[in-house]
């Protein structure tokens, strides 16, 4: 295969990992297929062994791959049906709230030191009532952030901002139509269950296996939108893998049907890159994001966002537009200077290089 790396675009690796991926995908390398050999590749493109070694690590930590002793690299995606995937049930449980896993506490030195700067340099805006949607500079913040490191692009209109997950799942409901009928992951954080109880929606239970959502169930299943958390589903712990996020993909490609992506905690993966979404992979239009401040900052700031698919923003507008923000225009200003100073993502960085050092002891 003839890759085309641009030196001067950084970094290499993910321009090699991103084109070998698509031929994955495009089945030009088959399912139980070899890879090229590392030295082989290196030699083709021009690039380091290092390089070609951390494109297919890459591949390996999303599902793409897998090594295989005296064979180097093998694909074990399959893009349709005829998945050979794990059968083997998650145990049925739940859990009241998602504490399961405990992280490095957001500096509070930075988080004090933040505040007292918005106080000083914002003043009297801080009284003024939000956006219903949210700060502009808010979501203006969050649009930069999904771009660079959630391979999300869109436009700050798509950008929602709401006082937590539980909150935004409430306002999915009334944008889709309580006349849908939800499938989520069982087990799965119960407030998501709860929620929709509450809503008087008709809903479905989704057995998860050790990859995902089992595929049988799930297209067997009568529902139109389906609520999953790809990466570390809580309680399971659950991590869907590229076959499985491409076949909600595939499951969702038919006319009506949506995807609720709840990505909380995947800025916690300790991959070198973060798991793709299905935002980003669905070409249909029809992923919902959602994700949270809560573990990465604080949960005392009560502060989640949803990013709609283009479709449905004018629909948002006209059925839900006259709702008000729900969060203070002051914890706005402070998670904006956050993420526009940096300091939330050496956060983040700081707590993923503390858990690659714990894992490998």
């Not at 219903?132 to 436009?155: F, M, P």
């Not at 929602?160 to 309580?178: H, Q």
């Not at 999953?228 to 996020?245: C, D, E, F, L, N």
């Amino acid at each position: 295969m003839k890759y085309v790396i641009d030196k001067e675009k950084r970094p290499v690796y993910l321009q090699l990992y991103t084109q070998i991926r698509e031929d994955i995908i495009k089945e030009i390398y088959p399912y139980n297929g070899k890879l090229p050999s590392i030295r082989a590749l290196a030699e083709e493109t021009g690039v380091s062994m290092v390089t070609v070694e951390h494109a297919y690590g890459l591949l390996y930590e999303e599902g793409y791959v897998e090594p295989k002793e005296r064979s180097g690299f093998v694909v074990c995606f399959q893009k349709k049906d005829g998945f050979a995937l794990s059968t083997k049930p998650v145990q049925k449980y739940h859990a009241t709230d998602r504490t399961e896993h405990t992280y490095p506490d957001f500096p509070l030195s930075v988080l004090s030191k933040t505040m007292r700067r918005v106080l000083t340099e914002h003043g009297d805006l801080l009284l003024e009532k939000s956006p219903n949607l949210g700060c502009t500079e808010l979501r203006e913040a969050i649009q930069r952030y999904l771009e660079r490191n959630r391979g999300i692009s869109v436009t700050t209109e798509q950008i929602i901002i709401g006082s937590g997950s539980e909150y935004l799942y409430g306002l999915i409901v009334e944008l889709l139509g309580r006349k849908r009928i939800f499938a989520i992951e069982s087990p799965s954080y119960k407030k998501i269950e709860q929620v929709y109880k509450a809503t008087e929606i008709q809903y479905e239970l989704l057995p998860l296996t050790q990859t995902g959502i089992d595929s049988t169930a799930l297209f067997k299943s009568s529902a139109d939108v389906l609520h999953t958390t790809p990466y570390r589903s809580y309680p399971s712990g659950v991590t869907a893998t590229a076959s499985k996020r491409h076949e909600y993909v595939l499951w969702a490609s038919q006319r009506g049907r949506y995807i609720i992506e709840d990505d909380f905690e995947s800025e916690f993966s300790v991959s070198t890159k973060p798991t793709e979404t299905l935002f980003s992979l669905s070409p249909n239009d029809n992923v919902i994001y959602l994700n949270t401040f809560s573990k990465t900052v604080s949960p005392s700031l009560r502060i989640g966002y949803m990013v709609l698919p283009k479709s449905l923003v004018s629909v948002y507008e006209q059925k839900l537009g006259f709702y008000s923000c729900t969060v203070p225009t002051f914890v706005q200003y402070v998670l904006t200077e956050l993420l526009d100073t940096g300091d939330f993502e050496r956060h983040i960085n700081r707590v993923r290089r503390k858990i690659r050092k714990a894992q490998s002891k």
